[in-house]
């Protein structure tokens, strides 16, 4: 039985949730830095109070199904055009972690694997009996299974990352947030772009760009590219390297305009990665079978040919249709297939122990049909219907070798597939009571019908041996949204809101040893989010604001719980119940007509209130953080451009990021624990005649080895990630107008 939600912050929560923010606000090193921050801005630019000129420039985002500024919509959104992204060496949305606040992509094994967490809240998950917690959309069509989430951003013209619940307009995998990935359309203009990038650890990538109108209302976009890169992490057993990068991307894409006031997009995108890569390295002190491992930084002793491989094919097609009252209606339909395999080692050692093989194949169908209203005077609409079919398909084998007791040559696998059909209706609208007072609200209804058939055939005698399992689940829902806007200024705007969040229960279609919690509930969430956005100086200077509680039941967890053999299984079941809050801070000033600079900063803290036996040994989980959870995090940057020649500009950016430390697993051991990290990247470049763009760059400037994630395997071998040591190269783009 559910407990009711308070339609406030329940009084002990929020003093206690207030209490930790004003602690964190007024401790020494945030006063200083915050004030020297806030100091050297306002003197940097209250000259320009009343003064015209450059201005930051304003992104206009499709947050709410509409074009909108960023600065005038009341959600917390992080928004990055393309400069920003190429000035930060974002080759993929992973690269972009740590500019974007309270976000983390650590919690994925290997390069692809997508898992994303936002302000504590993720989706660790490889299972096909689940949803993720985020939604990715791209041209807004959802990408699908996480492994398709880390997509290439050659073609980006801006992200947006939407923080906290979006269900009303996002439906049930945005419970945590939403990230839109928006690329450039096909125009008129006749452009060419050639782009190449070479650098240590062998990097070659070169990249293709041509825009072409075919007629005077057809245009055309094409775009190859391919990059390779060996890996950093050297297996001294076969002799090779691992975590490298072997990439082909295709995308082609028509806009047709000959019919007035209709927009037909055809996007056709496909990308290949064939990586030779590890899921884990033994950590310090590791060993398996009194056989000491390698446990040296990016070195390791497996005798599996490991790899990890994906494909995925995409058709978008958008058409946009304005009426002569200024109604727009929009239909985007998207077909995508995603395929994605891996081989893993299981002993991290040279021996002859066991391995894991991990195929999955995706077939999805999306449809969504909107009318979105003019602004009018009193308020605006949005109304969609959504519809989503996914058929997926894995096979999971577990393989022992030679000298594995007590079931040698043995092998567990574990074929399923799953469907899902999921239908929505949602209306989501403004209300302007005065021109300075507004509602916003919305409603949707989703209807999710899902099966599964699973089995698992077991001849090692370790995990259950279940020849058929087939289950069916329907799920219907209403996620509500209702929020109070008050602008206080043209450029100043304050706004509160509360939201609903959902997640659709489901199976744990993995290797399991028992059918006790094969099946998981649904989790639900609620979110208080108050916020402000500010734009200062002539618009040189903008500060935003959020501050949220988010109350979870149910949630799911997924994690390796320890056995009484020292091993561990994996588990997906539902915690009671889980509070995460926090503030967010992004600023963004011009200081100079050359200079700007960028900082954001996010506290967060996120906690099971209600874990019993979450370790499966009778071992409560309550008041433990959640894993990828980190309490603290900030990003400043620091751009530079400035004219030399009458044609000719040089640039430069430098980022310094930190991520406070966390978990890696709901025990929070300190096994599990993964210590504070940086990292600093630079660029310096310079453009000429707006034809040639030749630039150096370095990522990981000082060099720092980072754990990024640490875990049990399944026979007791604590294992981890680093992230990347220290890259550098140069990068020449020469643009054909």
Request: with cysteine.
């Amino acid at each position: 039985m559910r407990d009711t939600y308070y339609l406030l912050i329940p009084p002990s929560k929020s003093q206690s949730f207030m209490g930790i923010i004003i602690k964190k606000m007024l401790s020494p090193g945030f006063f200083c830095f915050t004030g020297f921050l806030m100091s050297a801005i306002c003197s940097s630019v209250a000259w320009s109070q009343n003064t015209k000129g450059p201005a930051l420039e304003e992104i206009v985002v499709t947050a709410q199904m509409r074009d909108e500024s960023a600065q005038s919509i009341p959600i917390a959104i992080g928004t990055y055009n393309k400069k920003f992204i190429d000035q930060v060496g974002a080759n993929s949305l992973s690269e972009m972690e740590s500019a974007i606040p309270n976000i983390n992509f650590g919690a994925g094994d290997r390069n692809t694997r997508g898992e994303i967490a936002i302000r504590g809240i993720g989706d660790y998950s490889r299972n096909i009996g689940t949803n993720a917690r985020v939604a990715v959309y791209i041209d807004g069509v959802l990408t699908g299974r996480s492994s398709s989430f880390d997509q290439s951003l050659l073609d980006v013209a801006h992200v947006e990352v939407l923080r906290g619940p979006q269900g009303t307009l996002a439906g049930a995998n945005a419970v945590a947030g939403a990230i839109n990935i928006i690329t450039q359309k096909p125009d008129d203009s006749v452009n060419a772009e050639l782009l190449i990038n070479t650098g240590n650890y062998d990097l070659h990538s070169l990249t293709g760009k041509i825009n072409l109108p075919i007629s005077a209302d057809l245009f055309a976009s094409l775009l190859i590219g391919t990059t390779q890169q060996d890996g950093y992490v050297s297996n001294i057993t076969l002799d090779r390297d691992l975590q490298g990068v072997n990439r082909d991307v295709a995308k082609l894409k028509f806009r047709y305009v000959g019919v007035e006031s209709l927009t037909l997009d055809i996007g056709f995108d496909y990308l290949k990665d064939d990586d030779k890569s590890t899921n884990a390295e033994a950590l310090a002190n590791g060993s398996f079978n009194g056989f000491t491992l390698a446990s040296e930084p990016f070195v390791v002793a497996h005798n599996a040919d490991e790899f990890e491989q994906r494909e995925l094919k995409g058709v978008t097609i958008g058409a946009s249709y304005e009426t002569p009252e200024n109604f727009r209606w929009t239909s985007i339909t998207g077909i995508r297939t995603n395929e994605f395999s891996e081989l893993s080692e299981e002993d991290y050692s040279p021996l002859d122990v066991a391995i894991s093989l991990f195929d999955e194949e995706s077939d999805q169908f999306s449809q969504e049909f909107r009318l979105v209203s003019p602004k009018g005077e009193r308020g605006d609409y949005v109304f969609g219907v959504y519809f989503l079919e996914q058929d997926i398909s894995t096979q999971r084998s577990a393989i022992t070798g030679a000298i594995f007791r007590p079931a040698p040559n043995k092998s567990v696998q574990t074929p399923a597939t799953s469907e899902l059909q999921s239908a929505s209706l949602y209306l989501h609208g403004n209300y302007y009571f005065t021109q300075k007072w507004s509602m916003t609200s919305g409603l949707r209804y989703m209807h999710e019908a899902k099966n599964i058939d699973y089995s698992s055939i077991d001849t090692t005698g370790l995990f259950i041996n279940a020849s058929h399992i087939n289950d069916q689940k329907t799920f219907n829902k209403l996620l509500p949204k209702f929020g109070v806007n008050f602008q206080f200024s043209p450029n100043v705007l304050f706004y509160t809101s509360i939201a609903r969040g959902y997640k659709s229960g489901g199976w744990n279609a993995d290797f399991i040893t028992t059918l006790e919690n094969f099946q998981f509930d649904p989790e639900y969430a609620i979110n208080y989010e108050v916020g402000a956005k500010s734009l200062f100086f002539d618009k040189r200077l903008t500060v935003n604001v959020a501050g949220f509680v988010t109350k979870f039941d149910d949630f799911q967890v997924f994690q390796f719980v320890p056995t009484e053999s020292s091993g561990t299984v994996l588990s997906l079941t539902n915690a009671g119940k889980v509070t995460t809050q926090g503030v967010e801070l992004d600023i963004n000033v011009l200081l100079t007509d050359h200079l700007s600079v960028s900082f954001n900063t996010a506290y967060t803290q996120a906690k099971f209130d209600e874990f019993k036996s979450g370790g499966g040994l009778g071992v409560d989980y309550d008041n433990n953080y959640l894993p990828y959870a980190p309490e603290h995090s900030y990003f400043v940057a620091i751009d530079y451009s400035r004219p030399i020649f009458r044609q000719a500009e040089i640039y430069g950016h430098i980022d310094y990021g930190y991520t406070g430390d966390y978990f890696s697993n709901p025990n929070n051991t300190q096994a599990n624990t993964i210590p504070n990290y940086f990292s600093a990247n630079a660029r310096l470049g310079i453009n000429i005649d707006t034809h040639w763009d030749i630039a150096l760059w370095v990522k990981n400037i000082t060099d720092e080895t980072n754990l990024r994630q640490s875990s049990v395997s399944f026979l007791g071998v604590r294992r981890g990630l680093y992230n990347p040591p220290r890259t550098y190269g140069l990068a020449i783009n020469y643009a054909f107008k």
